[in-house]
């Protein structure tokens, strides 16, 4: 067990969504399923996160499932002071106090971040007041973290205000702050004007603080402003030190490699189990899966629209449909495969382009492809449960979920070997398969034709029943929870409070 100081932690962790209330990615299941592992290790978490009344309505909460708290504070942005109100919601079966913010004027909206394609023109405003409502009601509750986690760009602001402004308040003087990378694709960049928004003195605005090319960028100034730094893979926190997935903060990170983390994100078990799953249509593990997936593919397959054929290959995948997740290499590949034997099932929204496309597909292959746009959870864990290959060949990805879900399912991933899909999936070649440690197929070169061999061999696979039970006991009977991934976030806190602990002076500003 890992403490500081011999006691439980005091934790903490601040994302612009969670499961179950709010999720545009793989940030919300990390946040719930991260928090509730900590919980259940016995520190004292509490999770904030903004409240959208419209996303929690779609996703089946109402009102009355809040509690409205008595803490109110006034925060001010720019030249404007808001009132920020607090909720206060918990998770079944779990310790974790979750709070959430409550302003109409900036969360009372259709989506969380943009609407039909374009963002919010005041995501910077909006996030700047949930960063700075965070730690009011942090020192409000008198919660006394000692640790301050905070996720991506929408919070990024909070280490900055944790080491200008609150690290010598009462309740803060040892509290450290962590700060995670989902996606160094996202940085929230923003005009230099802006800076006036986060009531931070224009000196932190430099080139080593937070001035990005002229611009505020948040993701730099969680960056520069953490006791330590974490991203959700080890490979991806190698990647993202390169010019070519870095996104021009490759540079920075590097200056901070030493308190630099990779930690393979887990899953949450509670969500994703073929065991317990209640959209399945029948429960199974790695003794039982025979019978147990067979039916998941027929009732799949019904589901969907295909016909019922045991026996014919079903790939597929859950995704954003956008050239990043390799859309256009499935595609390009799915036209010479569906010549085939084969069938396929698609789920996701994204690029109207990618929605067109493989919907047009669906119809011109009624009896091989199905496509559904748009997100439904229930179809989400039916399909992991009844493909028998799912396809992620991103372009990049920083950890990936949905390979592993599939690896717990008995269904066997075939990947772009990029960021946290390396570290999961053991391709298997005749070295992995003889030491027992193959789970799935993986290629290097981004291309679409290299895609399309990767399937013939996979599918080729399928026929091979002894290789592909062993390709599937190996995926299943790894542990992918979030009991080592927690450990692992536990000894960086420890890091994050060592530092703090021996450099507490006020930050000054380089020049």
Known sequence: ?????????????????AIPFAKTGGLADVASALSKALAAEGH???????????????RGFSPDDFQVCPEKVMITVGSKQVEARLLKAAFPDSKVSVYLVDQPRYFDRAELYHENGRDYQDN???????????????????????????NDWQTGLIPA????????????????AVYT??????????WHWDMLLTGIDWKYFNRHQMEYFGQLNLLKTGIVFSNMITTVSPTYAREIRTERFGYGLNGVLESHADRLVGILNGVDTSEWNPEIDPHLAAHYNVETIADGKAKCKAALQERMGLPQKPDVPLLGAISRMTDQKGFSLILDAAENLLATDVQMVFLGTGDPRHERSFSELARRFPDKVATYIGFDEGLAHQIEAGLDIFLMPSQFEPCGLNQMYSLLYGTVPLVHEVGGLADSVVDAHPENLEKGTANGFSFWHFDATVLYRQ???AIAAYYDKPLWNQLIRNGMTKDWSWKQSA?????????????????????????
Do not use: W
């Open 1 to 17: 067990m890992i403490r500081i100081d011999g006691e439980f932690m005091k934790i903490v962790v601040a994302s612009s969504e």
């Open 44 to 58: 004292e978490v509490s999770l904030f996160l903004p409240y959208y009344p419209q996303s929690t309505a779609k």
């Open 124 to 150: 910077c405003e909006r996030f700047i007041f949930f960063s700075r409502a965070v730690m009011e009601f942090t020192a409000q509750l008198n919660l006394q973290p000692d640790i301050i986690h905070s």
């Open 161 to 176: 205000l944790l080491k200008i402004e609150y690290q010598h308040r009462p309740g803060f003087e040892k509290t450290a």
């Open 181 to 190: 990378i989902h996606n160094m694709a996202f940085q929230g960049q923003y």
């Open 455 to 457: 399937m013939r061999r």
């Open 487 to 511: 450990q692992n976030y536990l000894s960086v806190y420890q890091r994050a409070s060592s530092y703090r602990n021996k450099n507490s002076e006020s930050v000054s500003a380089t020049h």
